[in-house]
Nanobody
Framework: QVQLVESGGGLVQAGGSLRLSCAAS????????MSWYRQAPGNERELVAR???????NYADSVKGRFTISRDNAKNTVYLQMNSLKPEDSAVYYC??????????????????????WGQGTQVTVSS
């Protein structure tokens, strides 16, 4: 079983910065795509940024130039550096990872169908 645990949320003034982290724990898996989503009260969950295991990234237009997503594959961890925060960035931020279970049988790596795993969410509040 794979578990995602987020940290780094909090209260910050407009113009400030926060860094979110999300670590995947468990065994016998690899991670393909890792993403950050957010959901504000009354709104649908929206994609903020995503990064492939090769390091390719893309961002929502609303955060381009302010947020940076990165990952440490050795630690199964994804980060979201958020700068120049605005009140409209306030939301619960969720980490998502595409998990690919795998095992070794007679010296051969066998992969299984990937599935999406979600973290519990971390609150980010930006005051004006």
């Amino acid at each position: 079983q794979v578990q995602l645990v987020e940290s780094g949320g909090g209260l910050v003034q407009a113009g400030g910065s926060l860094r979110l982290s999300c670590a995947a724990s468990g065994s016998d898996f690899s991670i393909n795509l890792m993403s950050w989503y957010r959901q504000a009260p009354g709104n649908e969950r929206e994609l903020v940024a995503r990064i492939t295991n090769g390091g390719s990234t893309n961002y929502a237009d609303s955060v381009k130039g302010r947020f940076t997503i990165s990952r440490d594959n050795a630690k199964n961890t994804v980060y979201l550096q958020m700068n120049s925060l605005k009140p409209e960035d306030s939301a619960v931020y969720y980490c998502q990872a595409e998990i690919e279970p795998c095992t070794v049988v007679a010296g051969t790596m066998i992969s299984y169908r990937p599935f999406d795993s979600w973290g519990q969410g971390t609150q980010v509040t930006v005051s004006s």
